[in-house]
């Protein structure tokens, strides 16, 4: 009964029916993307197509149901409170998408304070932008905590580790290129989803929906997009690291993930000469890393898809 | 002018601050005001001085120089801001500030700035200043440019008019000397000859009187003014080129200076402007807000080691913004760090802020040098 995370493939037919119709691809920014953020130098392309799928049909779901609460509400457009709203579950992730508006708003405000025309331009229009991302996204989680843990986020401290082990990977990957390749590897990291806003738009067919997300909210859906590509791409590097059984090690799955990759990736070029394409994530690694996540763990598995008022697992949230 | 009673020539100038008095209005000590007309009257006019535009004396430059603490008149410059809430500005001759009215004023007062270092005690640091116009085409750091823009700016000028070093009198030099450190700062060589250049100085300054911005949107040149888009005159100055934001408090906002003394310049400007349109334009508590610089380290810098190793103080967001933000604490400035080995440091009340954290950054880059 789990139709919607075991194979992203054979899902709702919403998806299918805009893959085949869009023109809209966004296969060669996602080719840079999954690149920066730990495959191979060239992903494979038919990775590529299926993280487009996955990609695009957790998204336009995630469209639907913040729609749904949007008219629950009774307001006109999708405004971010409907997303964090939707996130509110999932604290780690909520507290990411936060220090990620605090960072934006950070940004503009020194960026601002640079250049004297951004500075002129700013005071024009009323200086009242500082911090105003993360402060309504305050505002608001203020007022649907009920138990005050929503706001104990804001002081908490904690390290993010899916961003401690991403920081990692990216470091031991930039330790070995040299300069040409070090450039080109920060030219794909600077690719995102909010750089090509109305190709995104498009992507995602906003203009079809009755209710249509604001630019804020916009801007948190660009945001989203990517974390579930890097999630996906996390995911995978775990399962093919997996697929890779050590015989001999008992201890191997208890390891931590980035020391293992590190270690298997060595050997294996050094030992068993493999071509340059196993490198590259399969669609079999992503295609199991979503059915792993979707998949509910614990005493209850057996009984828990009543819970789920909609089987999608998000990635992002 | 009343000729001045006979006094001893005060020694005025103990150090050496080589830049046109673009500070402070001057002495509120009538014995001075006139001392210094009877300068004026015994010098001749010069006709091409051309005014230095940024200070000449930086901490870069490594010339010693030490300022007599003794000195009556320090103390006196050193209360001068605080006196100057009760000084009026209007009967305060402006004569010292070089825009086009006063040309021949701020010469003569040049001239008598000249005559000062010759009484001056400290004959000595002034021939060490000697070289110093010649020698600063090799000056410290490769990257000094419009330093040295600026020493150039003022040969023409110093070869003629002064002979030994263009000390300024002290009266002018108490702002400067609360901005620079007082002991004599060794440029930032030591480690790697690069200097950080300063882009953009911000600076605030209260003309303390209520003002008509549709008056003096109407008679300035160059000011825009939009009531319903911002309630503040924007005016724009070509030399130095700067900014102001004039709001009908009477506050002010001046931009886009590339040294503190030329800030302090275009602010004196944009006041006189005011003064002149008819308002009781003063010149209280004149503050640099913020500073900005940059510089090139000429390296690649490998971003991901850095922010990793640096977790607490960096942020690097490359979908957002190419470059790493990294937070000093002390001394609390904030640098921005590209690939490319480019850094821009902001966040800085003084100069030696943006020296100090270059210089406290520069090893840790290099250790993340690529290649």
Redesign the interface.
């Known amino acids: 009964m789990n139709n919607t995370a075991a194979s992203p493939m054979s899902t709702a037919t919403s998806s299918s029916g805009r893959s085949t119709g869009k023109s809209v691809s966004f296969a060669a920014e996602l080719q840079s993307m999954m690149f ?1 953020l730990g495959d191979a130098r060239r992903p494979l392309h038919e990775t590529v197509v299926l993280v487009e799928d996955v990609v695009h049909t957790q998204l336009i779901n995630l469209l639907q149901q913040a729609a749904e609460i949007s008219q629950l509400r009774g307001a006109r457009v999708i405004s971010a409170e409907d997303l964090l709203f939707l996130m509110r579950k999932d604290k780690k992730k909520l507290r990411r998408l936060i220090k ?1 508006l605090f ?2 708003d ?2 503009s405000k ?2 601002k ?4 025309d951004d ?2 331009e700013d ?2 229009s009323g200086s009242s932008n500082t911090n105003k991302r993360q402060k309504f996204a305050q505002d608001f989680l203020n007022s649907i905590d009920q138990t005050g843990e929503l706001l104990a986020m804001f002081e908490d401290d904690e390290i993010d580790e899916v961003k401690q082990e991403r ?2 990977r ?2 031991r ?3 070995i290129m ?2 040409a390749q ?2 080109e590897f ?1 030219e794909s ?4 989803f ?2 090509k806003a109305s190709k995104f738009r498009d992507w995602l067919d906003c203009s079809s929906m009755e209710i249509k997300p604001n630019v804020v909210a916009m801007e948190i859906l660009a945001y989203l997009a ?1 974390e579930t590509v890097a999630q996906l791409v996390d995911l995978a590097l775990l399962v093919r690291q997996d697929m890779v059984t050590k015989a001999g090690d008992p201890f191997s799955h208890a390891i931590s993930a980035t020391f293992i990759q590190y270690h298997n990736s060595a050997e294996s070029t050094a030992a068993c000469g493999v071509e340059a394409h196993s490198d590259a994530i399969q669609p079999c690694h992503i295609r199991e890393a979503v059915r792993r996540y979707g998949r509910k763990i614990g005493p209850l598995s057996p009984f828990t898809s009543a819970y789920r008022r909609n089987g999608m697992a998000f990635l992002a949230c | 002018m009343p000729s001045a009673p006979s006094r001893a020539p005060r020694p005025l100038a103990y150090w050496v601050i080589p830049q046109l008095p673009t500070a402070d209005p001057l002495p509120m000590d009538e014995e001075t005001e006139t001392y210094l007309e009877l300068y004026l009257d015994q010098c001749a006019v010069q006709d091409d001085f051309v005014p230095p535009r940024s200070p000449l004396f930086s901490p870069v430059v490594p010339y010693v120089y030490t300022p007599n603490p003794s000195n009556p008149e320090t103390t006196f410059n050193s209360h001068l801001e605080s006196k100057e809430t009760s000084g009026n500005f209007s009967s305060v001759d402006l004569s010292f500030l070089p825009d086009e009215l006063t040309q021949e004023n701020k010469d003569q007062a040049v001239i008598r700035s000249k005559h000062e270092t010759e009484e001056n005690s400290e004959t000595q640091s002034q021939q060490s200043r000697l070289p110093l116009p010649s020698g600063q085409d090799v000056g410290p750091g490769s990257d000094s440019s419009s330093l040295s823009n600026s020493r150039s700016h003022l040969h023409p000028g110093d070869a003629n008019s002064i002979q030994s070093a263009p000390a300024k009198p002290n009266c002018n030099s108490s702002p400067l000397a609360s901005i620079t450190p007082m002991t004599p700062m060794t440029p930032v060589s030591e480690c790697c000859g690069i200097v950080p250049q300063l882009q953009n100085i911000v600076s605030t300054v209260n003309l303390a009187c209520k003002l008509d911005l549709k008056k003096i949107a109407l008679h300035a040149k160059n000011a825009e003014y939009n009531p319903k888009r911002f309630a503040a005159v924007i005016m724009r100055i070509r030399e130095p080129r700067t900014t102001a934001l004039i709001f009908s408090s009477g506050k002010m906002v001046c931009t886009g200076a590339k040294s503190e003394e030329q800030s302090r310049l275009a602010a004196r400007k944009y006041a006189r402007v005011v003064q002149k349109l008819g308002f009781p334009a003063r010149f209280l508590d004149f503050k640099i807000q913020n500073m900005v610089g940059s510089c090139d380290v000429r390296f690649s810098i490998r971003l991901e080691g850095l922010v990793l190793t640096h977790q607490q103080f960096s942020s690097y967001e490359p979908e957002l913004f190419p470059g790493l933000i990294y937070r000093m604490v002390k001394p609390r400035i904030v640098l921005l760090i590209f690939v490319s080995g480019k850094v821009v440091l902001t966040g800085a009340k003084e100069r030696s802020e943006i020296y100090e954290a270059f210089e406290n950054i520069y090893p840790i880059l290099k250790g993340f040098r690529k290649a």
């Open positions: 920066s990620y960072i934006r950070y940004k020194i960026v304070g640079i250049d004297e500075l002129l005071k024009l920081m990692e990216a470091e990957q930039t330790r040299d300069s070090y450039a920060c990291r600077q690719l995102s909010s750089k990517y």
